[in-house]
T-cell receptor, first 112, second 116 residues
Framework: QKEVEQNSGPLSVPEGAIASLNCTYS??????FFWYRQYSGKSPELIMS????GDKEDGRFTAQLNKASQYVSLLIRDSQPSDSATYLC????????????FGTGTRLQVTL | NAGVMQNPRHLVRRRGQEARLRCSPM?????VYWYRQLPEEGLKFMVY????????ESGMPKERFSAEFPKEGPSILRIQQVVRGDSAAYFC??????????????FGPGTRLTVT
């Protein structure tokens, strides 16, 4: 079992729709969760961080965390073609400024 | 530029040569992480450093790879006697000092290493 699992996609959504990206993790000690966006040939860009159960909203992005189910998701509202990228889920441990463990990413395609 | 800086952006080496990758963390950050991304694969942690200290090198290959973060100057990832399998994108990330933030890591633009 991989430590952090994501569906590789591609996930195709029409412009203006909600894109839902999912991630599961295996280490129950994990306490910090991040979503990064990576365009082809570029470096990962931090979009969202979440540490507590529930929802966290930032503009068109909402991160959702359920520690009991070891599940974290990212919702993108009003998807735009510029959102087309690979979204990486990363997991770490609060308190030790430690390494992040990444999933392999979900490729999102927003179609016109 | 207050972001994480890496150089060179592209590096070509022949098999057997040495590669040196440099990383300057974001202003105010004292923690540096190196990750490697192989083609069509995810990001893999290599090493975590603070000034003059290696904190976690659990992801570093046992041979040929080394890293340092001196008191002055950038962090350096060194790969000796490169092989074709070392061809990858190497990313550096930095974060704040513990106790001052949530340890979000911000990535530099990366160094694309090609071994011929």
């Amino acid at each position: 079992q991989k430590e952090v699992e994501q569906n590789s996609g591609p996930l195709s959504v029409p412009e203006g729709a909600i894109a839902s990206l999912n991630c599961t993790y295996s280490d129950r000690v994990s306490q910090s969760f991040f979503w990064y966006r990576q365009y082809s040939g570029k470096s990962p860009e931090l979009i969202m961080s979440i540490y507590s159960n529930g929802d966290k909203e930032d503009g068109r992005f909402t991160a959702q965390l359920n520690k009991a189910s070891q599940y974290v998701s990212l919702l993108i509202r009003d998807s735009q073609p510029s959102d087309s990228a690979t979204y990486l889920c990363a997991v770490g441990r609060v308190g030790t400024a430690s390494k992040l463990t990444f999933g392999t990413g979900t490729r999102l395609q927003v179609t016109l | 530029n207050a972001g994480v800086m890496q150089n060179p952006r592209h590096l070509v080496r022949r098999r057997g040569q040495e590669a040196r990758l440099r990383c300057s963390p974001m202003k105010g950050h004292s923690h540096v992480y190196w990750y490697r991304q192989l083609p069509e694969e995810g990001l893999k942690f290599m090493v975590y450093l603070q000034k003059e200290n290696i904190i976690d090198e659990s992801g570093m290959p046992k041979e040929r790879f080394s890293a340092e973060f001196p008191k002055e100057g950038p962090s350096i990832l060194r790969i000796q006697q490169v092989v074709r399998g070392d061809s990858a994108a190497y990313f550096c990330a930095s974060s704040t000092t513990p106790g001052t933030g949530p340890y979000e890591q911000y990535f530099g633009p990366g160094t694309r290493l090609t071994v011929t």
